[in-house]
Structure formats: C-alpha cells, structure tokens
C-alpha cells in the first residue's frame, strides 16, 4: 500500500446517493410527515427515521446532533398529543395484519418489539386479537399462514405425505410449536380444527 497516497474522505451520502441536505426543525417535519403518508409508524420507529437523517446531516454538514434530537423529541411529543403518533392503535393494527399473513404470537411480539413497541403494549394488542379472533390466535395463524403457502391440508392430496417434513419444518421456522404444526399439516379438513 502506497502511503504517499492522500485520498480525501467522500462527504456522508444519504441512502440514495446524494448528498444529506443539512437538518432543520422544519426539514424533519416535512421528512416525519412524508414518512406518516406512505408507512403506518411507532413512535420509536420514527424517532429512528429521523435520527438517520441527522446522524447523516451531523457528518455531512456538521450539525449539532443533540439539538436535532430534541427537536425530533419536541416534534414527536406534539404527534402523539395531536393523536397523529398513537403506539397503541399502532399495535393493535400490525399484530392483525401479521395473524392474517400467518404470524405466530412469538413473532408478532417479536416484530412489534423491534419498532420500539413495549411488552405491556404488545400484550394489549395481542389481548385485543384474542377477543376478536378468539383464544387460539397460534391455530388461527397457522392456518392462514399454511393456506397462503399451501402447506399441509391445502396441498394437492397425492403431495402431502411427502412434503409432511418440510411442511413442519416451515411451519416451525415461523415461529409455531410442535403440536399446532402437527395439528395444522396433519388436518383433513382445516375448517374442522377451529370448532374442536
């Protein structure tokens, strides 16, 4: 390696490949209110958003990134009183759309967690499933998720026996226990296992 060789460091890019425009309390309210059309969002999900846009500013333009972080902070808590951020209905609204593409109740806790959702309010999302689903929201999962896949019950019949394995082997990898797997790819007639 020659080391008479000087190469300048390229200025920060953001994702797209140009240059960061530096952060304004204004640029972030106009980012967080393009973000909010297009994505339905967590508070903390958000929060990290526009972090990326002020770490990627703080490099390219040297702006101060406290003083970015309390205007996030000043413009999220105006979101959530307005009832624009509510983490809450946003709970409750993912952990539906993930039954119905078939997620276990260890993975929708799983993904609510990563965008910045607690405990106590995934479990209140989940309670709330439960009561409009019924108790069995694993079975209920699973079905849908095998349905979508064609796994199990929804096979052609002459297919089943031999795709058992890696039909609970998919099963599995999305979270379900042995026994629902079981059950779910063993069926006969998949309507019948919610009324047992």
Excluded: C
Aim: aromatic share 4%; glycine share 8%.
């Amino acid at each position: 390696m020659n080391t008479d060789d000087k190469r300048s460091v390229p200025p920060a890019r953001s994702p797209a490949g140009k240059p960061p425009k530096p952060v304004t309390p204004q640029y972030l309210e106009n980012a967080a209110l393009h973000y909010l059309e297009r994505f339905a969002s967590s508070t903390a999900n958000l929060r990290r958003v526009l972090m990326r846009k002020v770490d990627l500013s703080a490099k390219a333009h040297g702006t101060d990134r406290e003083e970015g972080a309390r205007w996030i902070d000043e413009l999220l808590a105006r979101y959530v009183r307005s009832g624009l951020l509510n983490d809450e209905t946003y709970a409750r609204m993912r952990s539906e759309s993930l039954h119905r593409r078939g997620a276990s109740t260890r993975l929708i806790a799983q993904k609510l967690a990563g965008k910045g959702i607690g405990r106590d309010e995934a479990d209140k999302a989940l309670d709330s499933l439960r009561e409009d689903v019924g108790p069995d929201l694993d079975l209920t999962a699973a079905l849908a998720l095998a349905k979508r896949r064609r796994l199990g019950p929804y096979r052609r019949p002459d297919q089943r026996a031999a795709q058992r394995e890696k039909d609970m082997a998919a099963l599995g990898r999305a979270g379900f226990g042995y026994e629902i797997a079981r059950r779910v790819v063993d069926a006969e007639d998949p309507d019948a296992l919610l009324g047992e």
